[in-house]
């Protein structure tokens, strides 16, 4: 259902998302919104953008606390610099930032230099996240990404006078990436003055390029068990170099671990702006149109309303969403936690579950405590699917 709702969250979000969905070229494997070569609309969205902010923003009879920023994408590090100044400026009079501890922006190794870095330092930027994905240089190219493993390494020596607070992303079962070169990889970003590391499985979304190239039989992907093999080693050599991990795909030195990201995992309200983005209120989904047409025109209307779908969680969504987000991060889940969620007969059958998962080396349970061995993150929509049945 498309509805154009405007009523305040019912607990005020104090993390925000930020969507700039330009590219210069998109990447075979996403199916993110993100739109290339779109050159001539980005100043129109930007304004756009602005507007949205300052609309929501004065729903509320005073300034909302923010804690943590995200601006993804898209490539958000091509953010024209006087456009995301003037962004920062407009989130300062709408929001109160004074404890904003974490603001974060989503770059490509290609697009970042000393200028850049100046400037998102200058205006609050604290937490870079640098797309590197891989080292292989032809296999970058495969995947249509811009950059190339120097840019990286350059990246890696200028950041630290501006940001501190690093991040990189790898994708774990590229196609063609051989277990050397893997190895070589890992071993590089343990050198690197990085305080974080998101690994990711590689999925492969319906009509992406990469899709139907698997499809055509043109590129072959690793096996299951190879990628969990991999996927437990990375674990460890990641752990002795000291970036330990917290959940699934996130490693981080002490004290760095995502806060934004975390607000996801705990069901925190958070609000989204820009074309295709989602907001959560505590009990609602929001997501904006990923059309860029529509989402331009919604500037036409008086207040700026965005078009965009809403979902009421469902009691039974809601506990999948608890079950799946806990089991994610190392913490595990509080088994305590679901006797507020299920009835007795249902917690008797999940706990039946625990035994037969933890024979198969998937799960630990300590203390009423539920975690995933590495085997069970590599596999933990199996795990989950058992425990939810």
Not at 101 to 124: F, M, Q, R, V, Y
Not at 143 to 153: E, F, G, K, M, T
Request: a negative charge; glycine letters at 4%; aromatic letters at 10%.
């Amino acid at each position: 259902m498309t509805t154009f709702n405007t009523k305040p969250f019912l607990l005020p979000p104090r993390h925000l998302y930020i969507h700039w969905p330009f590219c210069s070229f998109k990447c075979h494997y996403c199916d993110f919104v993100a739109f290339e070569q779109h050159a001539d609309h980005q100043a129109a969205y930007h304004e756009v953008l602005l507007a949205e902010i300052r609309t929501f923003a004065k729903q509320y009879a005073y300034q909302t606390p923010i804690d943590t920023i995200f601006i993804g994408g898209g490539t958000p590090s091509l953010y024209p610099l006087p456009w995301i100044t003037e962004l920062f400026s407009v989130l300062r009079s709408s929001f109160d930032l004074s404890n904003c501890s974490e603001i974060t922006l989503e770059s490509n190794p290609a697009d970042i230099d000393e200028e850049k870095l100046d400037c998102w330092h200058s205006i609050g930027i604290n937490r870079l996240s640098v797309g590197v994905q891989s080292l292989d240089d032809e296999v970058l190219l495969k995947l249509n990404r811009r950059q190339r493993a120097s840019d990286v390494q350059r990246v890696m020596k200028i950041a630290p006078k501006y940001i501190t607070n690093l991040s990189v992303d790898l994708i774990l079962g590229l196609p063609d990436v051989s277990p050397a070169m893997w190895e070589y990889t890992i071993a590089q970003a343990t050198n690197w003055p990085i305080k974080h590391l998101s690994m990711y499985f590689l999925t492969i979304h319906e009509k992406t390029p990469l899709y139907f190239n698997v499809a055509r039989g043109t590129i072959s992907l690793p096996d299951e068990e190879y990628i969990v093999t991999l996927y437990d080693q990375t674990i460890q050599q990641l752990e002795a170099a000291g970036i330990v991990q917290y959940e699934i795909s996130n490693f981080a030195c002490n004290g760095f671990q995502s806060l934004h990201n975390t607000a996801y995992w705990e069901r925190k309200p958070y609000k989204g702006f820009g074309v295709g983005a989602s907001s959560f209120d505590g009990s609602g989904r929001y997501i904006n149109t990923n059309n860029l047409v529509s989402y331009m025109k919604s500037s036409q209307n008086v207040d700026c309303i965005v078009p965009h779908s809403h979902e009421i969680i469902t009691p039974k969504q809601a506990l999948l969403e608890h079950l799946m987000l806990s089991l994610r991060q190392n913490k595990g889940l509080d088994l305590q936690s679901m006797v507020y969620l299920l009835d007795p007969q249902e917690l008797v059958a999940l706990k039946n579950q625990l035994p037969i998962l933890a024979s198969a080396g998937l799960v630990t349970v300590t203390n009423d405590r539920v975690c995933l061995t590495h085997k069970g993150m590599a596999l933990e929509n199996e795990v989950v699917l058992r425990l939810f049945q």
